[in-house]
């Protein structure tokens, strides 16, 4: 997207178009050349209000290349009278060369009432039809040597990888592999695994709907290349050897890593025992989550979390690989030597790993108590729980782990969906390939980890779910929320290449104009909501609210401020829950969101 900023200065009817270069912000331009405001707060809150004192109309013109559309934008917050937007337009169109063709795109909550309110008065356009058009998607930027593998989707997982592979696909793969970097044919939400990983490892991700069929692409199979992704564009070159080899040895190498680990534990704990930084003891999943326990919301209430829970220690995962004699399996799998020059070898090891866990009888002793704890749920109508991984090489700052392990449903009196056969499972699931891969990737020590479990009742129907990044991941050092949501029980994280999930950045008006609400910036509405928002505007307000409370109670009691430049730039990944009977809003998790 090209864009320049306009100035309106209301009392001359003077038009300036401004260098972006120069002036990063309308307020740099409007203090340093027009000598206007000393004060960022009083100039927001003045020019983005309803203030009879207002002496500019601040927008600015894009220019979508892809499709090759101009339209005229405002600030999402931006309470600029009808008749001044109406003004505004008619004197940037009769100014610039493709006033024709301009519209006013209509981008947010307040602009789409506009639009229903003021009709034909203007030409509108929606964000759909903006990018309806583009084929092209930039997720992660970074530049990479690697082997160019043109695989098609449905052949990923019958097919291994190195970590100098570069995956060309023609899908999008939720079972993402340790790889170089990537490149699909389907657009992503920047909130899915695919793309947390590829932050966390600094590797290149895009999306180019054409390029499956692309001959030059076709030719490169199996090549050495040079790939970079940018924002606008792909470099795709063949490469030397030697220069693969040059930039291979110039990566930091990472530091070997043990693990803390809490193996003497065996107790289930209560949330008001466990602080975050306790992963150690139950894994960093519940760790958190046991933290969201002690943050009060402005009316002295407690978050909205979901009910019954618990955090079982790793000692009990520990304690399961010694009764049964399993320790020799993870003993193998911690020779990096073998592993890396067997690979096979470490798949099977790894199988058999699984496999053992699975069919291992869980402790009785630990079976009652978790039994004794969900039974006064159970005869309130709650019989299912869940059981959610919790590692100590997850959600922690060191290492993201997105969408590495796995949690199961249990049923409190079912033998077939059992809370024996959940546990099991996600036990097991510590040792999945991917998670197994990434961590020695990471120099992660294999024997120092281990699998607590996040136990909680289970949601029944929701309305909705999503995932909130507490920080503006388009724009740095500026006040706003990215929030994507989808309807019902489909994965934002773990989408499907059919599906579109609502994208918005939610800023709080507090921040700009001092008024306790909200301005939603819709950037695609979800495929399955038939282009209608999904929560409603008083929910979102709620969510932003929570939202606010946990960033800044985690920035003021926590460590991980001290990753972060300013607290616009705090990030944490929120996943929430809307509940389909009473449209309540629920706090499932939170991590810290790869810097």
């Not at 401004?18 to 990063?24: E, P, R």
């Not at 058009?133 to 690697?146: E, R």
């Not at 695919?194 to 390029?211: D, E």
Request: hydrophobic share 35%; net charge positive; proline share 4%.
């Amino acid at each position: 997207v090209e864009a320049i900023k306009l100035v309106y200065v209301l009392k001359t009817q003077t038009l300036y178009f401004v260098n972006g270069s120069k002036y990063a912000f309308h307020n740099d331009f409007c203090q340093k050349y027009l000598h206007s405001y000393s004060d960022i707060d009083w100039f927001n809150k003045i020019e983005y209000g309803s203030s009879p004192l207002r002496q500019f109309v601040l927008a600015n013109v894009n220019h979508y290349t892809a499709s090759d559309t101009y339209t005229l934008e405002f600030f999402a917050d931006d309470e600029v009278p009808n008749n001044l937007l109406l003004e505004l337009y008619y004197k940037v169109s009769s100014n610039v060369y493709f006033g024709k063709e301009m519209k006013v795109l209509a981008n947010s909550d307040r602009m789409l009432e506009r639009q229903k309110n003021m009709g034909d008065l203007l030409p509108w356009l929606n964000i759909d039809q903006i990018y309806a058009q583009q084929s092209y998607q930039a997720l992660y930027t970074a530049g990479t040597f690697g082997y160019w593998r043109k695989v098609p989707v449905t052949e990923l997982k019958k097919q291994h990888f190195t970590r100098h592979d570069i995956i060309f696909t023609n899908g999008l793969p939720n079972d993402f592999p340790l790889v170089a970097g990537i490149l699909t044919t389907c657009f992503q939400t920047p909130l899915c695994h695919i793309n947390i990983l590829s932050a966390n490892r600094k590797t290149p991700n895009a999306a180019f709907k054409t390029a499956w069929d692309n001959p030059y692409y076709a030719s490169l199979q199996d090549s050495l290349v040079y790939y970079r992704v940018t924002a606008d564009s792909i470099v795709l070159r063949k490469a030397t050897l030697a220069e693969a080899t040059n930039f291979w040895k110039k990566q930091p190498k990472k530091r070997p890593q043990i693990l803390a680990t809490d193996r003497k534990t065996l107790q289930l704990l209560s949330f008001d025992k466990i602080r975050y930084h306790q992963t150690h003891l139950v894994g960093g999943k519940a760790a958190n989550f046991a933290e969201l326990h002690r943050i009060k919301l402005p009316n002295k209430t407690q978050l909205p979390l979901p009910e019954g829970g618990f955090a079982i220690p790793l000692a009990f995962y520990f304690q399961h690989i010694q009764r049964h004699h399993l320790q020799f399996l993870v003993d193998s799998l911690s020779n990096s030597e073998v592993v890396n020059q067997q690979p096979d070898k470490a798949r099977k090891w790894l199988r058999a790993l699984r496999d053992s866990i699975k069919n291992k009888p869980v402790s009785p002793q630990l079976l009652n108590a978790i039994e004794r704890r969900i039974a006064p749920h159970a005869q309130q109508g709650y019989p299912r729980f869940r059981f959610r991984s919790s590692t100590n090489a997850e959600d922690i700052p060191e290492f993201n782990g997105a969408g590495l392990y796995s949690s199961k449903t249990g049923v409190y009196g079912d033998s077939k969906q059992s809370i024996e056969k959940a546990i099991q499972q996600v036990w097991a699931s510590l040792w999945s390939e991917r998670a197994f891969w990434e961590r020695d990737y990471w120099q992660i020590d294999q024997k120092s980890v281990g699998m607590g479990i996040l136990a909680h009742r289970a949601f029944g129907t929701e309305a909705a779910n999503g995932v909130a990044i507490t920080k503006n991941l388009y724009r740095q050092g500026y006040p706003a929320f990215t929030i994507n949501t989808q309807v019902g029980e489909t994965s934002v994280v773990l989408p499907s290449d059919t599906i579109q999930c609502e994208q918005t950045t939610v800023t709080q008006d507090r921040y700009i104009t001092n008024k306790e609400t909200i301005s939603i910036d819709y950037i695609a509405y979800s495929s399955l909501n038939k282009q209608q928002p999904i929560l409603s505007k008083p929910e979102m307000e709620q969510l932003c609210n929570y939202l606010e409370t946990i960033k800044a109670y985690y920035y003021s009691n926590t460590n991980y401020r001290f990753r972060y430049d300013n607290y616009y730039d705090f990030g944490l990944d929120i996943e929430f829950k809307l509940d389909s009977t009473s449209r309540k809003v629920y706090i499932k998790q939170t991590r810290l969101y790869p810097h």
